[in-house]
């Protein structure tokens, strides 16, 4: 995954967890991760990591939110 998809990835889960009003130990929380997780999760947000496909799922649960929304597909 490139740096151009990386970003995308973390406009759109900003943009979807602004939309519900969570922060990052929220989302955790959302997720069922313990909250220590957080620093994964600002990763995400900043663009540098991806999550894998189990977290994905996970966030897609957490967000309420269609995989396209997401994943911009």
């Avoid at 973390?10 to 909250?35: E, F, I, Q, V």
């Avoid at 897609?60 to 939110?65: D, E, F, M, S």
């Amino acid at each position: 995954m490139g740096d151009k998809e990386r970003t995308g990835f973390a406009k759109r889960l900003r943009a979807l967890m602004d939309a519900r009003g969570l922060n990052a130990k929220s989302l955790c929380w959302a997720m069922g991760l313990d909250t220590n997780r957080r620093q994964m999760v600002d990763a995400w947000l900043r663009g540098e990591r991806y999550p894998n496909y189990e977290s994905l799922k996970a966030l897609q649960r957490a967000l309420r939110c269609e995989w396209e929304e997401l994943m911009d597909e």
